[in-house]
């Protein structure tokens, strides 16, 4: 039923991503919701699409939804133009709270007469009543639901630490007081079993069982190392959150910076956009502020201890040392604290940080700037 389900949503979801896109190129329309509802009644009605009928009307309306969500984010500048789902790709079909039922154990899916077989990753909050759930199969043939609840959550007590951290690429994480976390190489294991097993895939015969089985081996691998690394990320935000009250970070523009390949694969790797995301929605819950600043602040070029401003400073320096006052920097470190110190001065004055006062220094280009903390 769930494979049905999947293909139903997919199917429909395409449908309408189709008509959407025909009526404006056609008529310069814009489709709503509603409107593609009333239209899906009557795809269901016709005898070539009557098998939208045999699953629930619930998950299809909620690609729908979906749907219209992925417009709304390209209209609003959030996302490219919305694409048809593949069958191959990752399988999600939505349920409201009308299309199943929770007996505080069990949950039954509409359509179906015995309870999913869940193993649970964590128990849901006592008492809680599910408002809405999702059902996913990923590229290696898992199954997953997610559960959307409402549930309180208690800010923690107050600690008097604050930190800046800066995305290392030695290790994922450095913190303003020294500490280190999370080491990119981590994968690297994994990574030489991916690579033998995209092999494999490519030299298999196109359409063959033995191609089937070497693609999902590769789906295989590619979850474990997505598993591991969420894994990990979770557990390092999780932990900063609790220990600080106050978190700085550098919002990088990762997407900009993945387009330089050399860089690209550490970078993505250590997956600084998705830990930032986290330690924003954790920062949120337990009551601790995350303080986010902009890329352009030079965190890893200004001298922490005299504010100097270097012309550049290349990817492969890792330690330099200060023109002016001659200190020697770690370059992750010093970053890390600058961090902390512009992340200070905007909570304090509630400003953007903004480069302060060009200084240039005879035989330097007017470029190289003194930075405020
Ligand atoms: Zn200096």
Known sequence: MLARTFGCCRYVYNWALRARTDAFFQRGERLSYHQLAVLLTDLKKQEETAWLSEVSSVPLQQALRHLDRAFRNFFEGRAAYP??????????????????????????LARMETPLDIHWSRPLPKGCQPTSVTITKDCANRYFVSILVEEEIKHLSGVNKQVGLDLGLKSMVITSDGHTYGNPTFFAQDEKKLGKAQRRHARAKKGSQNRRKAQLKVARIHARIADRRRDSQHKLSTEIIR???????????VKNMVQNHTLAKAISDVGWSEFVRQLAYKAEWYGRTLIKIDTWYPSSKRCFDCGYVLDSLTLDIRSWTCPECGVQHDRDLNAAKNVLAAGLAVSACGEAVRPGAVKTKPGTSPRSRKAHS
């Open 83 to 108: 694409t048809f789902h593949k069958k191959h790709g990752v399988q999600a079909a939505t349920y409201a709270a009308n299309a199943f039922t929770w007996d505080g154990k069990h949950l039954t």
């Open 243 to 253: 220990e600080n009250q106050i978190v700085c970070v550098e919002s990088l523009h």
